[in-house]
């Protein structure tokens, strides 16, 4: 079984658009992460396609449903591929995970001996790691990322590359 971590950057969500267009993509596989745009020499739309093809892949992120809708309305092709992967159980979804074994080990979605529990990414990363995410993922760079729409990941600031790739190392 190969576990590939991803997590979609897009344009800003709306209340018209729930689920919008994918900019970049960031993937981890062990040791290795990379970042990929939506421009066309990147492949991303391919790369995604071949990595929900392949039989013994699995795919997990923090609130992965999210990402593979923002994917699935970027790339319609791909929707039949991304259901598959959901009857296939190739789907994990470390948000849901979490929620899950705070419900099972206390009883509780909520507090832990008397500590709010923090169910976002950087709450979990230091929680669980003790790992802070940098100060930039709650700053201007995650909403910026219509600025890189149509532009090779490659030709990315150097912000934009960390920021959408620290989501898939942790």
Same mark, same amino acid.
């Given at each position: ?7 979609? !950057? ?16 960031? %993937? ?57 992967? %959901? ?47 940098? !100060? ?10 219509? !600025? ?11 912000? %934009? ?10």
């Amino acid at each position: 079984m190969t576990l590939t971590i991803i997590d979609v !950057e897009t344009l800003p969500i709306t209340a018209s658009n729930l689920a919008p267009r994918v900019i970049c993509c960031s %993937f981890a596989e062990g040791q290795d992460s990379w970042v990929l745009g939506n421009h066309p020499s990147d492949g991303l739309g391919t790369t995604l396609r071949d990595l929900f093809m392949h039989a013994s892949g699995h795919i997990a992120g923090h609130n992965i449903a999210y990402d593979l809708m923002c994917i699935a309305r970027t790339w319609p092709d791909l929707k039949p591929w991304i259901w598959r992967l %959901f009857e296939e159980k190739r789907v994990h979804d470390t948000l849901v995970r979490e929620k899950l074994l705070h419900l099972a080990t206390h009883g509780n979605l909520d507090s832990l001996a008397g500590k709010q529990i923090r169910y976002s990414l950087a709450g979990i990363a230091e929680d669980r790691l003790g790992e802070a995410l940098s !100060e930039d993922k709650q700053g201007t760079v995650r909403v910026r990322y219509g !600025e890189m729409d149509g532009r090779r990941a490659s030709d990315y600031p150097q912000e %934009f590359l960390e920021y959408s790739r620290q989501d898939a190392d942790i």
